[in-house]
Nanobody
Framework: QVQLVESGGGSVQAGGSLRLSCVVS???????IGWFRQAPGKEREGVAA????????YYADSVKGRFTISQDNGKNTLDLQMNSLKPEDTAMYYC??????????????????????WGQGTQVTVSS
């Protein structure tokens, strides 16, 4: 079983920054870890993803150049650095883990159904 716990959410003004962390624990294996977000009344959307075993990250077009996903091997965390935040970034942010040894792909990384385990989420609110 894999457990994921997000932290780092909060309220910030437009143009500000936040850093979200996803602690991955439990049955450790190489797998794709994704960050998703869901705003009220909207579908959950993929924000960024990275394969724990290596490889390039994936980003949604809406966050490219502003968000950076990074892995801290020593802490088993996958962080999401969010800069130049906009009001439209306001949402509940979730991290998710895919099946072991299945890498992220361009076709699957942003699809919620590609992930088996989910955290409880952390709220990000950006005011104008």
């Amino acid at each position: 079983q894999v457990q994921l716990v997000e932290s780092g959410g909060g309220s910030v003004q437009a143009g500000g920054s936040l850093r979200l962390s996803c602690v991955v624990s439990g049955y450790q294996r190489q797998r794709c870890i994704g960050w998703f977000r869901q705003a009220p009344g909207k579908e959950r959307e993929g924000v960024a993803a990275k394969y724990i075993g290596g490889g390039s990250p994936y980003y949604a077009d809406s966050v490219k150049g502003r968000f950076t996903i990074s892995q801290d091997n020593g802490k088993n965390t996958l962080d999401l650095q969010m800069n130049s935040l906009k009001p439209e970034d306001t949402a509940m942010y979730y991290c998710a883990a895919g099946r072991s040894y299945v890498p992220c792909t361009s076709a699957s990384w942003s699809t919620a159904g590609s992930y088996n385990y989910w955290g409880q989420g952390t709220q990000v609110t950006v005011s104008s």
